[in-house]
């Protein structure tokens, strides 16, 4: 078995195991009054178990030798709008529905005119990089937010720290890979051109742990 195949077979073994550990979480946590649950979980277990479906959907296609231009590329879009749904409904303060409105015609609005110029089969590197930009800064503010709240409990213990610390590790990954991942494929050999993928499996699978952390965090004087 040569290199190349190895390290595929490592990346399809994160990518098959790493969506599993959100999902689980979120599972245990509603099976459990052990954790806290607030409003804003089911919202995140409707996401992760969407992103779920999307990573098996395409390691089955991998496994197939078979490329769905629809799924690769027009997953991305219900996943950002989860993702802010998700956002929109933590607290302490809602997210001004004016300015959610703008962050969603946006990322829409480049969404559709990619496809519209390039089609799908190829990435939309604006539309993943204004994705990217608009949820780290949403995750960003909302993250000032639970910092800035009154003494009360360790914001560690909070679900919404992990949640958010978890998102701002995974959109500043995209924006560290999506510029460079052209870059790779021309200047690596083939017997490492899939290292750069590998590590970002890796830090997939570091990003599903910790957004397993939200779903459990144990109750005590906060709630």
């Keep these: 078995m040569s290199q190349f195949t190895v390290i595929l077979w ?4 994160i990518q098959l195991i790493s969506p599993l550990f959100p999902v689980s979480a979120a599972l245990v946590n509603r099976r459990t009054s052990r954790f806290i649950n607030l409003p804003w979980m089911d ?10 479906v999307v990573n098996w959907a395409l390691l089955g296609m991998a496994f197939r030798h078979v490329h769905n231009a629809w799924l ?9 709008l989860l993702s802010l749904w998700v ?19 946006a990322f829409l609005g480049s969404a559709t005119l990619e496809a519209s110029l390039i089609g799908f089969g190829r990435k939309w590197p604006v ?12 995750c960003l503010w909302r993250l000032k937010d639970l910092i800035a709240q009154p003494e009360g409990e360790t914001v ?7 949640l958010l610390g978890g ?33 970002t499996y890796f830090l997939g699978l570091s990003l599903n742990l910790v957004l397993s952390k939200a779903f459990l965090c144990r109750k005590s004087a906060w709630s």
């Excluded at 919202?43 to 779920?52: C, E, I, M, Q, S």
């Excluded at 560690?156 to 992990?162: G, M």
């Design 87 to 105: 956002l929109s409904g933590l607290g302490p303060r809602p997210i001004p529905p004016r300015i959610l409105a703008t962050a969603v015609v």
């Design 43 to 52: 919202r995140l277990a409707v996401a992760v178990g969407f992103d779920l």
């Design 10 to 13: 490592i990346g399809w073994g």
């Design 156 to 162: 560690y213990r909070q679900p919404a720290f992990w």
């Design 127 to 138: 539309t993943l990089i204004l994705a990217s930009l608009i949820l780290l800064g949403f």
């Design 72 to 80: 690769t590329d027009f997953a991305m879009v219900p996943q950002v």
């Design 167 to 199: 998102w701002v590790l995974g959109q500043g990954m995209h924006l560290t890979f999506i510029p460079l991942a052209d870059l790779f494929l021309k200047s690596l050999p083939k017997a490492w051109i899939l290292v750069p993928w590998i590590i």
